[in-house]
């Protein structure tokens, strides 16, 4: 044995023997509590009670065993822990595998040696309970004659006593019946009286002073109705009462024998097989009997020279009947014979019974003595495993962590072992069904040791709890949403709610509004959505409209979901139970505002994302629920992050939606996420002196400015030539050109063919997609193709750089 060995054992069985011993005054305390009734007032010697007890420590045995290991190996390991001895292990190659192995090998002996004390000492110590508890049962309580009642706790006698002096045992106006011989004939008054017991408890003695003796002599023979009266004053009788089990008597300890308790296992294997027998064949006599009855049989079936039936039925007059008599008589004798027949069956359902409840009781109990005894093993796989997650030793945390196994798996064994007994399960799983259960505990807990899995943090235990129970609520009650957007970027969380499952009750959009040359009536995006999916929509003018705040409070909406939509003023947003989040298309608290995905582009950020929050009275600061991060490349537009980002923020109101309705949301305040000296950058809504381009900003921030506004609204330049009326030229694609031009910015440098650049302040931005007024959006070349004289052209001056300049003051 190696030296890691022995002092793991070493560490184990000290306190396996000390909790077995607690565990058992323990069990043995309750077992006393529960037949404390049947040993007081006795008269029992020490040696009685004590022999009493001892036979019942041994029958809590199968209990104390496996309490016992699980406790020990807990707090064997857990102190490890706790003492930096199992790190010490690790950092020296040592897995927690080959720790609990020594263990393991303990273990499998404690449960061979549980086996074998269920299977001798636990029975013979049921056969001396039942004998005992007969015993003491049949033994009468001590004789103690109370003052001023009548007393007939002494065969043959009652006895009355007006007064007792507790320190002398002398009695006072002391009254005596004798009724030992026939009639109530015989009758002794005393002034006191001293009483003494035999130490056999064969006959009690009665010192009677200065009383008198009644006694009817007549013998009432026929004919004589006299009577005759004896007096016989004294000053000291002594009178002498035999005795009847005051004494407690041991009995012979095998009649309980038969009991399943008390045989070994091989005895009840025995029986098992015998009972299997008798059921078997009382089945097939009743099977016999039913099937050879002259209720299913007719005479014409029978053949007089030979006993049974010979051949089957055929009889063309049967069933057929001429007159109303003959019907009603055949179905009287029918119904006589079903009437018979369930008579029949249930007599032998009855005859089956006890064969049937013995094969059942006898099959469990046979099968539990291997159960009882796995338990220890089952205990080890829980005990030591969770030692090492706990890491705390002690008879603190594990014995509560123990006491609550330990009471998982009474409760199931104790549920299955009933269920076992009244037939409503097998005897396999009643006697193994609680050892299984905690089997699978322990080897979960196993594999979470080993792999070094810290439970102290119980979060994904409670994650999981959370999750079932909002399944159940679910079941009964499905969350109500109502959904709030406009845009396309909208749409997106939209239909990844309703594919997901939830219930969006209804839809809160903008109002519809002609826009365009032709003033066309335009919806949202997520109003034709909505429509699509018949989800009743709401299109109010006002937030604050009563007649809306009322249409929309009737929908008992339990979370409302806002993604691109307007302020909610305090009225709509307070009005669900779990509360109103939003989706912001930036990492906040950065980029609050109207348009976080454009200033993103138009600030040359390289990373962005999108947040889940809480709303509250403030345009975007309310506590951050979900973050995620997302790159933006060199080429980026606002359109490609925003179509980069739908699937994360669709993605991201589902989990927020799902944490709500599970109570597992943890809101963290957004200046925790503001690092050292970072300035705020704020996103405010996009107008036209933004998108105006002033070329007189560098090269990157142009370009970065087009990226950003494209593809709505777009950056712009006006061309003029000779004093003309300038035209709006957008710009939806460019590319940028750093080396220095020479010329003054906005000036347009082409070949008229293939190319298009404006001088910057430091360079230039070649042109790739644009669209003049009253045209289509095209490429370069197309554009050139049809803008002559490009070169004449200039730009007027711009004014981005000084609204960009206004969002960083």
């Known amino acids: 044995m190696k030296k890691i060995d022995r002092f793991i054992l070493t560490a184990f069985i000290g306190p396996f023997f000390m909790i077995l011993l607690v565990v058992i005054f323990i069990l043995v305390m309750q077992f006393l509590w529960v037949y404390i009734d049947e040993l007081v007032g006795k008269g029992l010697s020490l040696s009685v009670v004590g022999e009493f007890l001892f036979w019942g420590s041994c029958t809590v045995l199968p209990m104390s065993l496996p309490l016992a290991t699980l406790l020990a190996a807990m707090m064997t390991v857990g102190s490890m822990g706790e003492n930096n001895e199992l790190i010490a292990l690790k950092a020296a190659g040592v897995s927690v595998l080959r720790v609990m192995t020594p263990l393991f090998i303990a273990s499998i002996v404690i449960t061979i040696a549980t086996f074998f004390v269920i299977n001798t000492l636990v029975p013979k110590s049921y056969n001396e309970i039942y004998t005992l508890r007969e015993d003491i049962g049949q033994t009468k309580e001590e004789i103690k004659i109370p003052s001023g009642i009548f007393y007939d706790g002494v065969d043959g006698y009652v006895l009355r006593v007006e007064d007792r002096d507790e320190a002398t045992g002398m009695m006072k106006g002391v009254m005596l019946y004798d009724h030992s011989s026939k009639g109530n004939t015989r009758l002794t008054l005393a002034d006191s009286a001293i009483m003494k017991m035999s130490k056999d408890k064969s006959y009690l003695t009665l010192n009677l002073f200065n009383g008198t003796n009644y006694q009817e002599t007549n013998t009432r023979e026929y004919r004589d109705t006299t009577f005759q009266l004896q007096k016989v004053e004294f000053g000291k009788q002594e009178m002498v009462m035999a005795l009847e089990n005051y004494a407690f008597q041991k009995s012979d300890s095998a009649r309980y024998g038969d ?30 009997s039913t099937a050879a009855s002259y209720l299913f049989s007719f005479a014409s079936q029978l053949d007089t020279t030979a006993s049974g039936i010979t051949s089957d039925f055929k009889d063309p007059s049967f069933l057929n009947f001429t007159t109303e008599e003959q019907t009603a008589e055949a179905l009287e004798n029918a119904a006589a014979s079903a009437r018979q027949m369930e008579s029949n069956l249930t007599t ?120 079932a129970k909002s399944k159940v609520v679910a079941m009964f009650k499905k969350t109500r949403i109502v959904y709030m957007g406009t845009p396309e970027f909208a749409v997106a969380p939209l239909k990844a709610l309703l594919e997901n499952g939830y219930n969006v009750a209804a839809v809160v959009t903008v109002a519809d509004k002609p826009s365009g040359r032709g003033q066309k009536v335009n919806e949202s995006a997520v109003k034709k959505f909505a429509v699509e999916k018949g989800i009743p929509v709401l299109q109010p003018l006002k937030l604050k409209d009563p007649d809306f705040l009322k249409e929309l409070k009737s929908y008992k909406a339990d979370i409302f979901v806002v993604v691109a939509f307007r302020m909610l003023p305090e009225e709509v947003w307070t009005m669900p139970e779990l509360g109103t989040f939003n989706l912001h298309a930036a990492l906040l608290p950065q980029y609050r505002g109207a348009a976080p995905i454009n200033w993103a582009v138009i600030n040359g950020e390289t990373r962005t994302g999108a947040t889940t929050f809480m709303i509250d009275k403030n345009i975007d600061t309310g506590g951050i629920i979900l973050r995620q991060d997302l790159l933006i490349s060199d080429t980026d537009t606002a359109g490609d992050v925003h179509d980069k980002l739908m699937p994360i923020g669709a993605e991201m109101v589902v989990q927020t939606v799902q944490g709500l309705i599970e109570h597992n949301v943890d809101t963290r305040v957004q200046r925790s996420f503001i690092q050292g000296s970072e300035v705020l950058k704020p996103a405010p809504k996009l107008n036209r002196e933004l998108c105006h381009i002033d070329w007189n900003d560098t090269t990157v921030h142009v370009y970065n400015l087009i990226r950003g506004l494209s593809p709505y609204p777009a950056a712009f330049t006006e061309l003029t030539k000779d004093g003309s009326s300038p035209v709006q030229l957008k710009i939806y694609s460019s590319e940028k050109v750093l080396q220095a031009t020479g010329k003054a910015p906005g000036t347009v440098i082409s070949d008229g063919k293939t190319y298009l650049h404006i001088a910057t302040a430091d360079g230039a931005i070649s042109l790739k997609e644009v669209q003049i007024a009253g045209k289509k959006r095209m490429d370069i070349k197309a554009f050139l193709a049809g803008f002559r004289d490009s070169e004449a052209y200039t730009t007027t001056q711009g004014t981005s750089k000084a609204e960009i300049a206004k969002t960083r003051q």
Do not use: H
Not at 373 to 393: H, S
Not at 418 to 431: E, F, M, N, Q
């Open 259 to 288: 009991q399943v308790k008390v045989l070994p296992i091989k005895k009840l294997k025995e029986n098992r097989i015998i009972l299997n027998e008798v059921r078997d064949s009382t089945k097939e006599v009743q099977l016999m």
């Open 348 to 467: 032998y359902q009855f005859g089956a019974f006890d064969y049937t409840v013995k094969l059942r009781r006898t099959a469990l109990e046979y099968l539990r003595r291997y159960g009882q005894a796995l338990a220890c093993l089952v205990m080890f796989f829980i005990g030591a495993p969770l030692g090492a997650l706990i890491r705390k030793g002690g008879i603190g945390v594990s014995a509560i962590a123990s006491l609550l196994m330990f009471a998982l798996y009474w409760v199931i064994d104790i549920t299955a072992v009933k269920l076992a007994r009244d037939g409503t399960v097998s005897s396999v799983i009643g006697a193994f069904l609680s050892s299984g259960v905690l089997l699978a505990i322990g080897l979960f807990l196993t594999w979470k040791a080993i792999n070094d899995t810290d439970m102290s943090n119980l979060d994904s235990i409670k994650n999981w709890w959370r999750k």
